[in-house]
């Protein structure tokens, strides 16, 4: 079972990439009590039972607000950063101020990782990659491994698609730049197919009830037990 969220804080009741702490809390809970289990990227995770957390664009609240119910929890997420907008002033468009909506600094970061928490790529812009030509495309998912791990000095072996866009082109210089594993969260309706660089997530949002958390969850356990 993997989840994918982007931001943990109090701030934003309406947003819908917000999920209150103390929501997530009650989700993840849920799952350890029924069973799931921490992963373990050295063991075979892709398991029903196993419960891989992960994070997108890295949100300075990741830290804030995150690495403290990480440690309570007990569980190791991934969190993949956009490598050029770390330790920067770039806002999303949707976000207004800097001091709550900026992205994650690299003494951040490195805090982070102390924690056995796993940081990936997320590319350099967050950019459509089937929409840019090849030499781009490389260039976002090269040099964004590069940079991390030059800061970060560990191996980046996680990489997640922008808006959920890939083909098989994109997968092969994945692939070639280095990375071990590959994560999507899938457009609505789309079938994506679970292998190593497709690994499929279910998208977790501030609007989702309880009730919807639990039948993400459900509904996707079901399509990977059959």
Same mark, same amino acid.
């Given at each position: 079972?993997? =989840?994918?969220?982007?931001? #943990?804080?109090?701030?934003?009741?309406?947003?819908?990439?917000?999920?209150?702490?103390?929501?997530?809390? *009650?989700?993840?809970?849920?799952? =350890?009590?029924?069973?799931?289990?921490?992963?373990?990227?050295?063991?075979?995770?892709? *398991?029903?039972?196993?419960?891989?957390?992960?994070?997108?664009?890295?949100?300075?609240?990741?830290?804030?607000?995150?690495?403290?119910?990480?440690?309570?929890?007990?569980?190791?997420?991934?969190?993949?950063? #956009?490598?050029? /907008?770390?330790?920067?002033?770039?806002?999303?468009?949707?976000?207004?101020? /800097?001091? &709550?909506?900026?992205?994650?600094?690299?003494?951040?970061?490195?805090? #982070?990782? &102390?924690?056995?928490?796993?940081?990936?790529?997320?590319?350099?812009?967050?950019?459509?990659?089937?929409?840019?030509?090849?030499?781009?495309?490389?260039?976002? #998912?090269?040099?964004?491994?590069?940079?991390?791990?030059?800061?970060?000095?560990?191996?980046? *072996?996680?990489?997640?698609?922008?808006?959920?866009?890939?083909?098989? *082109?994109?997968?092969?210089?994945? &692939?070639?730049?280095?990375?071990?594993?590959?994560?999507?969260?899938?457009?609505?309706?789309?079938?994506?197919?679970?292998?190593?660089?497709? =690994?499929?997530?279910?998208?977790?949002?501030?609007?989702?009830?309880?009730?919807?958390?639990?039948?993400?969850?459900? &509904?996707?356990?079901?399509?990977?037990?059959?």
């Amino acid at each position: 079972m993997i =989840l994918a969220y982007h931001r #943990i804080n109090p701030w934003y009741k309406s947003d819908p990439l917000t999920v209150n702490p103390e929501k997530f809390e *009650k989700q993840i809970n849920y799952l =350890l009590k029924r069973g799931f289990k921490n992963f373990s990227f050295e063991e075979d995770f892709i *398991k029903n039972e196993t419960l891989i957390i992960t994070f997108d664009d890295g949100f300075y609240d990741n830290f804030l607000f995150g690495l403290p119910l990480f440690k309570k929890l007990k569980i190791k997420p991934v969190i993949f950063v #956009i490598a050029g /907008y770390i330790s920067t002033e770039k806002l999303w468009n949707r976000y207004k101020d /800097y001091e &709550k909506d900026r992205f994650l600094k690299w003494e951040e970061i490195r805090e #982070i990782i &102390k924690e056995g928490i796993e940081i990936g790529s997320h590319t350099l812009s967050h950019p459509h990659l089937t929409e840019i030509d090849e030499n781009k495309v490389k260039e976002e #998912i090269y040099g964004s491994k590069k940079i991390i791990e030059d800061k970060i000095g560990r191996e980046v *072996k996680f990489f997640c698609y922008p808006y959920g866009e890939f083909n098989e *082109k994109i997968i092969e210089f994945v &692939k070639i730049a280095g990375y071990k594993y590959a994560f999507v969260t899938p457009k609505k309706n789309k079938k994506i197919r679970n292998s190593e660089y497709s =690994l499929r997530r279910v998208g977790i949002y501030g609007h989702n009830s309880f009730f919807i958390f639990k039948l993400k969850i459900w &509904k996707e356990y079901i399509k990977t037990k059959f």
